[in-house]
């Protein structure tokens, strides 16, 4: 039979491989509550042989290089929510992903420093 054997496969397909088998069969319940959405992670390294890891987690090591939140990973692999979690706390047990809440102390502005702007604004 003679045509483009590619014809098929596009990125409505979806993945090859059935997503409890990337997720390593195991329940959702496993996953730690401290990664969510908002959850910003990095790789701790650059230097990791891809030959101790899965395909998938190659992919969000590579993309971890910088600080990317959950939700960021999850859409840019195109895999759901929960699976990327599960993923994802699969690195951090190994140590090769750092977590941060996403969240920091800063307050904002002091209405003083507001003020002192506002000042210089109207004396422009």
């Not at 496969?9 to 390593?24: E, I, M, N, Q, S």
């Not at 908002?38 to 030959?51: E, H, K, N, Y």
Request: aromatic letters at 4%; glycine letters at 8%.
């Amino acid at each position: 039979m003679a045509g483009n054997d590619d014809e098929w496969l596009d990125d409505d397909a979806g993945g090859l491989v059935p997503l409890y088998a990337v997720a390593g069969r195991r329940a959702t319940a496993e996953i730690s509550s401290d990664l969510n959405l908002g959850s910003m992670v990095r790789a701790t390294t650059a230097d990791l042989d891809p030959t101790y890891f899965e395909p998938h987690q190659v992919q969000i090591l590579r993309l971890c290089q910088r600080w990317l939140t959950v939700a960021e990973i999850s859409a840019m692999n195109k895999v759901p929510l929960t699976i990327t979690k599960r993923q994802l706390a699969d690195l951090i047990d190994r140590g090769v992903l750092a977590v941060s809440s996403g969240t920091t102390s800063y307050a904002g502005p002091t209405r003083d420093r507001l003020v002192q702007v506002l000042d210089g604004l109207r004396a422009m």
